[in-house]
């Protein structure tokens, strides 16, 4: 069983696209088919709100809302493009999944998972159209789409999560499965070892965590680690290095840091 790789998505996204509809091209995890339709179906009644409502729940200013509500009504008829394409947040720039060779392509839609709010989750190759929902919104009628998504994701990972899971999900997305199922997770946070009233401390990474995490994402597939120490070589552009005295282990989890001196 490779590692799986668990991704968020990216706010920002292609638009467009060339391929057919997703019910009929198909998405992995068809198991999720009818919970994402039910989704859609929400998102759907939820865009005939005012438009203060909509702006709260998508979570964009007013000049952007008809944008977004035109392409969440289109869901289910406009067309498509892979989700590694559709995706273009900084940490999928940071990936930069068209400059990787083939055979870590393949690596690539075999490994990675990314968690949707709209979809439940997705694999790189498979079609989504334009849209905008957040996994923490609160659908009318449905609630939170990660309360929604919980116990189907769960079931469809249960077989895939079985041996290492790399969990790169912000605490938006990892609410969305039961952790547990995992054989052995492992968490990745980057630390900055900075100055402060004369001492060194180490700080939480959070502006440029995303971008952080996509060097980090090419390696897992190229090495395609299943322990944390195979990152003791690990050379991330940002200068960031594994730092093994800072590893801590609770149940089935392993919580790792990156550090960079500043």
Request: net charge neutral; charged share 25%; aromatic share 6%.
């Amino acid at each position: 069983m490779p590692p799986l790789i668990l991704l968020p998505p990216s706010e920002k996204k292609a638009p467009g696209g060339v391929g057919v509809p997703w019910h009929e091209a198909g998405q992995s995890f068809a198991e999720l088919d009818d919970a994402r339709r039910e989704v859609i179906a929400a998102l759907d009644d939820a865009m005939g709100a005012p438009l203060e409502a909509r702006a709260k729940l998508l979570g964009v200013g007013a000049a952007n809302v008809e944008r977004a509500t035109i392409a969440n009504r289109r869901v289910d008829t406009a067309p498509t493009l892979p989700a590694i394409v559709r995706y273009t947040g900084v940490l999928y720039d940071a990936l930069d999944a068209e400059s990787l060779p083939a055979r870590l392509r393949k690596r690539l839609d075999e490994q990675v998972v990314i968690f949707s709010g709209l979809w439940g989750a997705v694999r790189p190759s498979d079609p989504i159209p334009d849209y905008k929902l957040k996994m923490g919104a609160a659908l009318p009628d449905l609630g939170k789409p990660s309360r929604c998504w919980k116990p189907h994701l769960t079931n469809a990972l249960s077989a895939a999560a079985s041996g290492t899971v790399w969990d790169l999900l912000p605490n938006e997305h990892a609410v969305a499965w039961d952790p547990t199922i995992a054989g052995h997770r492992i968490r990745a946070r980057f630390l900055d070892d900075v100055e402060k009233n004369g001492d060194r401390t180490l700080v939480a990474v959070s502006h440029w965590n995303k971008l952080l995490k996509g060097a980090l994402v090419r390696h897992l597939l190229e090495h395609r680690l299943d322990e944390p120490d195979g990152l003791v070589d690990f050379a991330h552009p940002q200068g960031y290095t594994y730092r093994p005295d800072l590893t801590t282990t609770s149940g089935n989890t392993t919580d790792i840091a990156l550090v960079s001196v500043r």
